[in-house]
């Protein structure tokens, strides 16, 4: 199937392990969310990343202390390693989008994507972080609004930066020849 009018490259073992390792920690992530959810939190961890308000997030924190569940902070912990592999998978996969784009600007487009996901992942992990002590400190009122702004710096790195790699991507259509591609 052609991407913008260009015949794919094939992935490498190497990516490909990593999107399979990848892959299986988000589903562990998301079992692991599952059994947090109850009426009250529908959303599960999610609810507790995005509860900027200190009452807010001593309710969530106050519910899972009356169903007696470590899970909050076990998901948070698995998602640590989700955290790392997707940052390296998406590293891996920027650079394999940008083998066969040799341009000056196309390779300061790359960098900036690469770091944008780089700075995405470090927000994931701080907002764990933030979490985590939030879990640990429910009656400090810092940590939740802390999670939340982490919270939008994962989310803007992520995106922007997967937008700059499409770009660059979708920029020229003309790659290198299929038989000077590496395996």
Same mark, same amino acid.
């Given at each position: %199937?052609?991407?913008?009018?260009?015949?794919?490259?094939?992935?490498?073992?190497?990516?490909?392990?990593?999107? !399979?390792?990848?892959?299986?920690?988000?589903?562990?992530? %998301?079992?692991?969310?599952?059994?947090?959810?109850?009426?009250?939190?529908?959303?599960?961890? %999610?609810?507790?990343?995005?509860?900027?308000?200190?009452?807010?997030?001593? /309710?969530?924190?106050?519910?899972?202390?009356?169903?007696?569940?470590?899970?909050?902070?076990?998901?948070?912990? =698995?998602?640590?390693?989700?955290?790392?592999?997707?940052?390296?998978? !998406?590293? @891996?996969?920027?650079?394999?989008?940008?083998?066969? /784009?040799?341009?000056?600007?196309? /390779?300061?487009?790359?960098?900036? @994507?690469? =770091?944008?996901?780089?700075?995405?992942?470090?927000?994931?992990?701080?907002?764990?972080?933030?979490?985590?002590?939030?879990?640990?400190?429910?009656?400090?009122?810092?940590?939740?609004? %802390?999670?939340?702004?982490?919270? !939008?710096?994962?989310?803007?790195?992520?995106?922007?930066?997967?937008?700059?790699?499409?770009?660059?991507?979708?920029?020229?259509?003309?790659? =290198?020849?299929?038989?000077?591609?590496?395996?």
């Amino acid at each position: %199937m052609k991407l913008f009018g260009v015949e794919p490259r094939p992935w490498s073992h190497r990516l490909r392990w990593l999107a !399979l390792l990848t892959g299986a920690a988000l589903v562990a992530v %998301m079992l692991t969310n599952q059994y947090l959810a109850s009426p009250e939190i529908p959303q599960h961890v %999610m609810s507790y990343e995005l509860a900027d308000e200190p009452e807010r997030a001593e /309710r969530l924190h106050r519910q899972w202390q009356r169903n007696h569940t470590p899970l909050p902070e076990l998901t948070l912990w =698995v998602d640590f390693v989700f955290i790392g592999l997707y940052a390296v998978f !998406l590293v @891996a996969l920027a650079n394999h989008f940008l083998y066969d /784009r040799p341009g000056i600007r196309e /390779r300061k487009a790359g960098r900036l @994507a690469k =770091v944008l996901l780089v700075v995405g992942a470090l927000g994931d992990a701080a907002e764990n972080a933030f979490l985590i002590t939030a879990i640990h400190q429910p009656e400090t009122e810092l940590w939740p609004p %802390m999670a939340t702004v982490a919270t !939008l710096v994962k989310f803007t790195g992520l995106l922007v930066g997967g937008a700059c790699l499409l770009v660059v991507r979708a920029a020229r259509r003309q790659p =290198v020849q299929p038989e000077d591609w590496r395996h």
